[in-house]
């Protein structure tokens, strides 16, 4: 059940945060599913096309949109890569073994 903790911090933290929609939600899950099939790494590299088919996000810019609120809000830290090879660096900052 340890693996589920992030997602649980991530719950206790948003409790009361009326600036989490439901998408924010599903985008972080998502991220934190890509994470686990990696093995648990922390940061983690994205391409917004492998995020978005397993959040069900329909569209490039939500979850753009989504990824920098998570990001100023201070829920996960965000890097964007602007390049074609290489993912966007994802920390999840609501993890024992983030290392921001």
Do not use: W
């Amino acid at each position: 059940m340890e693996t589920l903790k992030p997602l649980s911090d991530f719950f206790t933290a948003i409790e009361n945060d009326y600036r989490i929609s439901p998408m924010h939600i599903a985008i972080y899950a998502a991220l934190l599913q890509f994470r686990s099939v990696k093995g648990f790494i922390n940061p983690i590299f994205v391409f917004s096309a492998e995020i978005i088919v397993i959040a069900k996000v329909s569209s490039a810019n939500t979850y753009h949109k989504c990824v920098q609120e998570l990001h100023q809000y201070g829920y996960i830290k965000y890097r964007p890569s602007f390049k074609k090879n290489r993912g966007s660096e994802v920390y999840f900052l609501f993890s024992a073994d983030a290392d921001i």
